[in-house]
């Protein structure tokens, strides 16, 4: 099984900050990674696909990159509705897994 | 409008069944794979099952961890997806969330539904 690992765990930022998530796959997955956004009791929203493919509707502060196994979420400039829990996703190869997460917090 | 509805979740004695239902709208029901994917309470999240589109003959893909326990079926008359889970554990115990596919193949989930709790508990 492929596994993903996020970092960090937990993030504490303000508004207006410049944030990065990272997530690392234990073997190669090419470009096949996305990336959710959960708040508390919902369901997880799509914001990017194929590592680097921003989901139709959602904020061009939001960016992906990367490729092979190193891939990394940025919001260029956070906003009060991006306090959430982030888990990224690889969809190269069954069983399809996530990455533990990361909780954005208030600073 | 995208939409799914997921249905049929509720508490459950350990090695107990229950089957869960997603209905979809505003799409092509048979031109999608399907996922169900969970959420144990404070956890994070993981995928459970797939069932790939018409084209692919709705075969299947499971987590080992569900293997041989849960079966992930469709019923294109009543445009419906399926979860039954059968021998559950108290290790079963989340939210079951139904996700659509994208259509480019291979694809990230798109679309979620509101999720269904699941409690296996004595």
């Known amino acids: 099984d492929i596994q993903m690992t996020q970092s960090p765990s937990t993030l504490s930022a303000s508004v207006g900050d410049r944030v990065t998530i990272t997530c690392r796959a234990s073997?190669?997955?090419?470009?096949?990674l996305a990336w959710y956004e959960q708040k508390p009791g919902k369901a997880p929203k799509l914001l990017i696909y194929?590592?680097?493919s921003l989901e139709s509707g959602v904020p061009s502060r939001f960016s992906g990159s990367g490729s092979g196994t190193e891939f990394t979420l940025t919001i260029s400039s956070l906003q009060p509705d991006d306090f959430a829990t982030y888990y990224c996703?690889?969809?190269?190869?069954?069983?399809?897994?996530f990455g533990g997460g990361t909780k954005v917090e208030i600073k | 409008e995208v939409q799914l509805v997921e249905s049929g979740g509720g508490l459950v004695q350990p090695g107990g069944s229950l089957r869960l239902s997603c209905e979809p709208s505003?799409?092509?029901?048979?031109?999608?794979?399907m996922d169900w994917v969970r959420q144990a309470p404070g956890k994070g999240l993981e995928w459970v099952a797939r069932?790939?589109?018409?084209?692919?003959?709705?075969?299947?893909e499971y987590a080992a961890s569900v293997k041989g326990r849960f079966t992930i079926s469709r019923d294109a008359s009543k445009n419906s997806l399926y979860l039954q889970m059968n021998s559950l554990r108290t290790e079963d115990t989340a939210v079951y969330y139904c996700?659509?596919?994208?259509?480019?193949?291979?694809?990230?989930?798109?679309?979620w539904g509101q999720g269904t709790l699941v409690t296996v508990s004595s």
């Open positions: 996700a659509r596919v994208s259509a480019a193949v291979p694809g990230a989930d798109d679309c």
């Open positions: 505003g799409f092509t029901f048979s031109d999608h794979y």
């Open positions: 069932s790939r589109n018409e084209a692919n003959s709705y075969t299947t």
């Open positions: 073997q190669s997955i090419s470009s096949w």
């Open positions: 194929k590592a680097s």
């Open positions: 996703q690889q969809y190269h190869s069954y069983p399809l897994t």
